[in-house]
């Protein structure tokens, strides 16, 4: 009897994982480069900043709750506020850590309360009414496009280099911070 065996021991596997890793490092990559090329934008739309209230004159001002008309008039008590700086408009930032993850945030203290929360689940929450009235842009709805956009693009590049191989998931999270 004559017999040859022929094992194969993976060499398929690892040239596949090299592949998928590969594009995986291409997605993050091309992820990167979208959000940096959009960035201005987001931080520019983002970081309006109206010259004056567009609110009318009239007062009383529509105060969200008792105890922050008592924390503006024990602070600031500047009857109308007038905005000299670029201010909490100029926290925005977008930022990219090169492993699919793209993060656009305000730490501007108080910029909860000008621009809401980003959370899905309570999207525009703690926004002040008077910030809103007054033309500070509804962040949640800027970021969620932005968010669905980078994602968009990413994928129809990935698409145009590789053809249609699968999907890009996005996933995105929202911290609030109190």
Do not use: C
């Not at 968009?152 to 053809?163: H, L, M, S």
């Amino acid at each position: 009897m004559i017999r040859a065996t022929f094992t194969s021991k993976g060499r398929l596997l690892d040239d596949l994982s090299a592949y998928l890793a590969s594009l995986q490092e291409n997605v993050n990559a091309t992820q990167a480069a979208v959000a940096d090329e959009i960035a201005p934008t987001i931080v520019d739309e983002l970081g309006y900043t109206p010259d004056k209230r567009s609110y009318p004159d009239e007062y009383p001002l529509p105060w969200t709750s008792n105890a922050q008309r008592k924390w503006y008039f024990a602070n600031i008590a500047e009857m109308p506020y007038v905005r000299s700086s670029p201010g909490i408009g100029a926290g925005w930032i977008v930022t990219n850590d090169g492993n699919g993850k793209t993060v656009i945030a305000n730490n501007e203290p108080g910029s909860l309360y000008v621009y809401g929360s980003l959370s899905r689940s309570n999207p525009g929450a703690h926004q002040q009414l008077f910030n809103l009235i007054t033309g500070f842009p509804e962040a949640y709805k800027t970021v969620r496009y932005w968010g669905e956009y980078i994602a968009d693009e990413t994928f129809a590049r990935i698409k145009q280099q590789f053809g249609d191989l699968g999907s890009v998931t996005t996933t995105s999270r929202a911290y609030t911070r109190l």
